[in-house]
């Protein structure tokens, strides 16, 4: 066998190895995974926009829907403007926005931000440690998370017919914060 079929026998059992290790890992029960009821974990972190720093913390005694972003992420460019839409809803009753930004680059995720501007602040990890806290496994992922700090919902990926199911899920904990 020549060098370059070597080489090409190389590359796909490489490739081949790495896919199968994937679906493994996509495929395996996330046993520790942060969900419904388990106290969210505290951070603090540099703002996108460079002013002061952003901590989960600051929103205690609200209602807060924690969402993790990249603009390499197609279904973000549909969450934002929703989640812009639920907070423009919502936020006199309480309900806060605070995103979490991964883009390595923070110059292509503030471009990505004056083409989708959203009201809301937004931190930035490029080094991933925020979601590592949160486990978080799938883009964007976001978590709902109440007044006293413990997640009550975690909401995976993004489509346009997710809204009407998270509206219920941030009147009944609005509701239930009276």
Not at 70 to 83: M, R
């Amino acid at each position: 066998m020549g060098r370059r079929a070597l080489a090409r026998v190389r590359v796909r059992g490489g490739a081949l190895l790495a896919i199968g290790l994937a679906l493994r890992l996509a495929a395996a029960p996330a046993a520790g995974a942060l969900g419904s009821g388990d106290a969210a974990p505290q951070f603090t972190a540099r703002s996108l926009d460079g002013k002061a720093p952003l901590s989960l913390a600051d929103y205690r005694g609200k209602l807060v829907y924690l969402d993790f972003w990249a603009s390499w992420c197609p279904p973000c460019l549909v969450s934002l403007p929703a989640l812009e839409e639920l907070r423009q809803e919502y936020a006199a009753r309480g309900l806060e926005i605070v995103a979490v930004n991964l883009d390595r680059d923070l110059e292509q995720a503030r471009r990505f931000l004056r083409k989708n501007p959203v009201g809301y602040p937004s931190a930035t990890d490029p080094e991933g440690r925020i979601p590592k806290s949160f486990e978080v496994g799938t883009m964007p992922t976001s978590f709902l998370i109440d007044r006293n700090g413990v997640i009550r919902h975690v909401h995976e990926g993004f489509r346009k017919g997710d809204l009407p199911a998270l509206r219920a899920k941030i009147e009944a904990l609005l509701g239930a914060g009276r």
